[in-house]
């Protein structure tokens, strides 16, 4: 049903699918202050839990894995190169052949680890569990502009379409002589006639797709309408509250901290 | 040109219509370099070329709606980043407009000024997020070795996302170019807003 739209979205029957997307933002907006605030590991772990239970309910819990795979490289490469050589570093914890790793930076990656995991898990309850267009129409309600709107499901629609064309042109281009492997200068000859015709294609149906907007009257001032109804949960106003709530106690947790 | 049109914020339906065309090139662009197994990202061809059709404030809103899509459906630290794309939607779409795009040399000078741009603005994004690492393997190599010898954070974070920016920018912007100069001028003019030329 959303093959033709690129996203992350898992349709299943659960809780957390029913609530609204505004409220899953409200969410990431806690699970992002919260440990800036109380900047502690019991706190980032605490966060990266209640993520990982909302992620079970949600049941989409294995989903997360490619997500964090993103980040993954980069989080190694800090956790070598940090432990390695941060200037901070002074007490020695282990030995692997010649390189020491130092306490100092192990710890710091750790801490920046779990920073990291907590913000992609908190994202992920919102991409997993909410269809990209429910999601924008949400926005538009709460007072983006449907012309945006409208671009940022285009692009959902787009892409996909796209990515489909991008297999046809590889073959054309190939039977035509084109080579794709062998050396760097070989290779990146290549990019400009696999480019090109997607470049030209795609101006082309702007083109089109521009006026057929303009015939609809795309550009009207009319308040705008919207297909589907307005999607509700009675818990939404409860929801958002305890999360303001939660970042208040923390930023109040904070200042206790430094007044005592 | 008049230099009213740069910053006019009217968006006309044809240059709206371009931002998911240049944000679905980025990805195209990215994908074909993956496929080539070339050694450059090559994923802001559609916001350069948007930029140099349509003007820095496309440009930007390209850039955002890029990271913001490429978050939603990919990766979520790619929303922190739209700052980037924005910056380098607006740096492009400046120097567009002032006849900047006009030779090859030129467009390798605004490859530069891209990769400078885009490195000053995702310094202080990889600092707070990785301490000043990229994830790149030779970035990170140059930034231990910054490191090693007791270089300022800031220093070897910048170098680190310098060197990978470089030759990665300069071939993007190139390569807008060189699809720019061959557009027919049946397209080119829709987008441009140099208030010459009738809307649809």
């Known amino acids: 049903m959303y093959l033709n739209s690129m996203s992350l979205y898992q349709p299943r029957q659960s809780l957390i699918h029913r609530i609204d997307p505004i409220s899953k933002i409200f969410y990431i907006l806690a699970a992002v202050a919260v440990p800036f605030i109380l900047p502690t590991v019991t706190v980032a772990v605490i966060c990266l839990l209640v993520s990982a239970v909302i992620l079970l309910l949600a049941k989409v819990f294995r989903k997360v894995i490619p997500l964090v795979g993103f980040s993954m490289v980069i989080l190694l490469s800090v956790v070598v190169i940090q432990g390695l050589f941060m200037a901070e570093n002074k007490i020695p914890l282990f030995r692997l052949g010649p390189l020491i790793f130092y306490q100092e930076g192990l710890s710091f990656a750790l801490g920046l680890s779990l920073r990291v995991l907590n913000i992609i898990s908190a994202f992920a309850i919102l991409v997993l569990t909410t269809k990209p267009s429910d999601l924008i129409e949400s926005l538009v309600r709460k007072g983006l502009s449907p012309k945006i709107g409208y671009v940022l499901s285009s692009v959902l629609q787009i892409i996909p379409q796209m990515t489909a064309t991008m297999g046809t042109i590889m073959d054309a281009q190939r039977s035509r002589g084109m080579e794709t492997e062998g050396k760097l200068a070989v290779r990146l000859k290549a990019f400009f006639p696999l480019i090109g015709p997607v470049v030209m294609n795609s101006l082309i149906n702007t083109r089109e797709r521009a006026m057929a907007l303009e015939v609809r009257g795309f550009n009207s001032p009319v308040p705008k309408t919207f297909l589907n109804q307005e999607f509700k949960s009675a818990y939404s106003k409860i929801i958002q509250w305890t999360l303001i709530l939660i970042i208040i106690m923390a930023l109040v947790w904070r200042i206790l901290g430094w007044l005592k | ?200």
Not at chain 2, 29 to 56: E, H, N, Q, R, Y
Not at chain 2, 72 to 90: E, H, N, Q, R, W
Not at chain 2, 156 to 167: A, G, K, N, Y
């Open chain 2, 1 to 200: 040109m008049s230099k009213k049109g740069m910053w006019s914020l009217k968006l006309t339906t044809a240059s709206l219509v371009l931002i998911p065309a240049a944000v679905a090139i980025n990805f195209i662009g990215k994908s074909f370099a993956g496929v080539l197994k070339l050694p450059l990202w090559l994923d802001a061809i559609g916001t350069v070329l948007a930029s140099m059709l349509a003007g820095p404030i496309i440009g930007a809103l390209c850039g955002a709606i890029n990271n913001i899509i490429y978050g939603l459906t990919m990766d979520p630290i790619s929303f922190v980043y739209a700052i980037t794309s924005v910056a380098i939607g607006l740096a492009v779409g400046i120097m567009a407009y002032n006849g900047w795009v006009s030779s090859l040399w030129k467009a390798f000078f605004v490859g530069i000024v891209v990769a400078l741009v885009s490195a000053v603005v995702s310094t202080p994004i990889n600092i707070g997020f990785w301490k000043g690492q990229t994830g790149n393997i030779w970035g990170d190599a140059l930034y231990a070795i910054l490191i090693a010898h007791k270089n300022p954070v800031w220093l070897s974070s910048f170098l680190d996302e310098f060197v990978v920016d470089l030759p990665d920018k300069i071939a993007t912007v190139m390569i807008s170019y060189g699809i720019f100069k061959g557009l027919p001028k049946k397209l080119t003019v829709l987008y441009s807003n140099d208030n010459k030329t009738e809307t649809l």
